[in-house]
């Protein structure tokens, strides 16, 4: 008889028990990485170490002296010099860093996209500014109890400099790429004299000669708007900058156009917005707050023009299946979002439609409020002004600008599309040559002294400067009274703006041609969803 081995129970099943992620686990890891780095890396260490005894030593002998505003103005200055003159610089060798050690492609494997790559890398040097900063805090309660200080100010201006550092940094970590280290080294030095002469001048603004924190008087001065018109083309500049370092270390497949063409469309919605709603403020003054905003809008536009002109499209399944997914309102927005100049000059020119509106919309308010009665005092002077020549300039000037971005675009698509390659330097070729035409007319017109040669220039948008200077008699033709060109102002304008017009409209039937090829793209990605 065998004796059996007693059965044992089955033990339970071992149950996972739910962790929480670590704290790093939630963030970009190229965001860890390279704060992880940052925090053990000596400027930043012995940085913090001497801006701590530094200021350890200015609180003590405030508290002896109270009343010494050199002391004070040494208290921001320490500050000033970590937050925005050291760390910033950490930022100006990130990206080349990578580039030369070969581990762009390696980042690239792991899906990190440009974006979240030059993102991260200036994320971990903010972060450290404020780690900066907040250890300042202590030290700023302690001169608040000795007397004297106006903490909310103090606080607001604490701030303004972390900001300032901030911008510095994105614009140092943006153009990090740059191969050449003389240009980055410039760069390094241009961005720290800029912002140390801005730390410079607040200082002595307020503890020059008695304590002035200011910022109350610039708010009466300005108000919320003229903040907003600080606030904006800094932040799109700091937008710019990392877009520009995503574009470099990025892969090509990336559809980088849609956050470049919403942050400028952002940036104009604001300007507009700010700019139109100042005419109805009785206050002749406004009107150079107006003129801001237009000078604002019309840079950006240019920057997101150059933008969307020079990408080149990109036309492959996995490029246009997002937005082949969401149907034909998505194979819609693609004609204005796809990676590549023919969407860009569909959204230029729908982008261009909604600023003439714009402008009609402003002059028939002017229209009702003049005709209504009791023109303000704004409107009037606004009339006034708009008779004179300074409309037909500002027309051209702007318009002219404007008509020019599509030119190089269409004279290489018709004539060197298949002998060179697109870029700025072809972009920058192309202007040089309609220039130096134009100036060709020019100097041919005023050697022989007739006037109406300027008319061969018809087909440059920015012809209209010559034919201004002729018709108002302000140049050489003063000699010869017969010769004058016979066009009037509203008939430069007229002729101005059908050159314009021309321009983009063939700009617009080149991009419809090229939207075959994606076309055909997009049937493929279709096919392959079924």
């Known amino acids: 008889m065998s004796a059996t081995a007693p059965s044992l129970p089955a033990s339970p099943l071992p149950v996972a028990v739910p962790q929480l992620p670590d704290f790093s686990e939630r963030l970009s890891p190229m965001l860890v ?20 005894l530094f200021l350890s030593v200015i609180v003590w002998l405030t508290m002896l002296m109270p009343e010494d505003e050199s002391l004070h103005q040494a208290f921001f200055g320490a500050y000033c010099a970590l937050v925005c003159g050291l760390l910033p610089l950490r930022a100006a060798g990130a990206l080349h860093d990578e580039l030369r050690g070969n581990t762009i492609d390696t980042l690239i494997l792991t899906r990190l996209t440009g974006w979240r790559i030059t993102l991260g890398k200036w994320v971990a040097v903010v972060a450290q500014q404020g780690l900066a900063a907040v250890t300042v805090l202590p030290y700023l309660i302690v001169r608040y109890f000795v007397g004297g200080v106006n903490l909310p100010m103090e606080l607001a201006w604490l701030a303004i400099f972390l900001l300032a550092g901030m911008g510095s940094a994105a614009i140092l970590t943006g153009f990090s790429w740059i191969k050449y280290f003389l240009f980055r080294a410039a760069l390094m030095m241009g961005m720290t004299y800029l912002t140390g002469r801005f730390c410079k001048q607040v200082l002595e ?39 520009v370092g995503a574009s470099k270390v990025g892969s090509p497949v990336e559809n980088r156009a849609v956050k470049r063409r919403l942050a400028g469309l952002a940036a104009l919605a604001c300007y507009t917005g700010i700019g139109l709603t100042w005419p109805v403020l009785p206050f002749l003054e406004h009107l150079v707050d107006l003129k801001h905003c237009v000078v604002l809008g019309g840079v ?4 997101l023009a150059l933008q969307a002109l020079l990408e080149k499209p990109v036309n492959l399944v996995s ?20 990676m590549g100049w023919p969407s860009g000059v569909m959204f230029l020119s729908v982008l261009l439609a909604g600023f003439i509106g714009a402008g009609w919309w402003w002059l028939a308010g002017r229209d009702v409020a003049v005709s209504s009665g009791s023109p303000s005092a704004y409107w009037t002077y606004l009339d006034v002004y ?16 404007i008509g020019m971005i599509p030119v190089p675009l269409v004279l ?49 948008p920015t012809m209209s400067w010559a034919w201004i200077g002729e018709s108002s008699d302000r140049d050489w033709t003063r000699a010869s009274a017969g010769a004058f060109l016979s066009w009037s102002n509203l008939d430069i304008i007229a002729v101005s703006g059908i050159v314009i017009q021309v321009w983009w409209v063939l700009a617009v039937i080149l991009a419809g041609r090229a939207f075959r090829e994606t076309r055909a793209v997009e049937q493929e990605a279709a096919a392959s969803l079924r």
């Open 33 to 52: 990485k390279e704060l992880r780095q940052g925090m053990r890396s000596p400027v930043f260490v012995w940085g913090l170490i001497v801006m701590n």
């Open 205 to 243: 603004e307020i503890f020059g000669y008695h304590r002035n924190y200011r910022l109350d008087e610039i708010y009466q001065d300005v108000g919320w708007k003229g903040f907003l018109l600080l606030l904006i083309p800094a932040l799109h500049l700091g937008f710019f900058a990392l877009d």
């Open 300 to 303: 950006t536009f240019l920057l």
């Open 319 to 338: 490029v246009v299946l997002p937005w082949v997914k969401r149907g034909w309102p998505g194979r819609l927005a693609g004609r204005f979002f796809y």
């Open 386 to 401: 708009s008779d004179s020549d300074y409309l037909v300039e500002l027309v051209s000037d702007w318009g002219t600008v």
């Open 412 to 460: 290489w698509q018709i004539f060197f599309r298949n002998r060179m390659p697109w870029h700025l330097g072809i972009y920058g070729l192309m202007l040089m040559i309609v220039g130096a035409l134009q100036l060709g007319i020019v100097a041919l017109a005023a050697t022989m002294e007739k006037p109406n040669l300027l008319k061969w220039g018809l087909p440059i």
